[in-house]
Nanobody
Framework: QLQLVESGGGLVQPGGSLRLSCAAS????????TGWFRQAPGKEREGVSC????????KIADSVKGRLTISKDNAKNTLFLQMNSLKPEDTAIYYC????????????????????WGQGTQVTVSS
């Protein structure tokens, strides 16, 4: 069974850091383009970042550039999102997703292109 499981969310003060993890099972991430999305209450799901199957190509949304960094460890079959200098507007449920056979172009693939999704992990930035 193909599965993605996120972890690492929680409550953090503004300016703080979190590292989200997304562990894959039932398939290997080295053949999938993967990404992080987030959805805040009352808002649409937003693409945050994506990374190619090899890990050599990454894209990041302008709203989080310089603060959030995507990476992966294919040996551990795990995707990461390092989140620094967090702001209250970063509060959302964060999801990881994977798609096979779709490369990264000028932009990350849209949400509809992803075949597999995790259940999400809550990130709350508040003092």
């Amino acid at each position: 069974q193909l599965q993605l499981v996120e972890s690492g969310g929680g409550l953090v003060q503004p300016g703080g850091s979190l590292r989200l993890s997304c562990a894959a099972s039932g398939f290997t991430l080295d053949t999938y383009t993967t990404g992080w999305f987030r959805q805040a209450p009352g808002k649409e799901r937003e693409g945050v970042s994506c990374i190619s199957s090899s890990g050599r190509t990454t894209k990041i949304a302008d709203s989080v550039k310089g603060r959030l960094t995507i990476s992966k460890d294919n040996a551990k079959n795990t995707l990461f999102l390092q989140m620094n200098s967090l702001k209250p507007e970063d509060t959302a449920i964060y999801y990881c997703a994977a798609t096979r056979g779709l490369s990264i172009g000028t932009l990350c693939p849209p949400a509809v292109a992803y075949d597999h999704w995790g259940q999400g992990t809550q990130v709350t930035v508040s003092s």
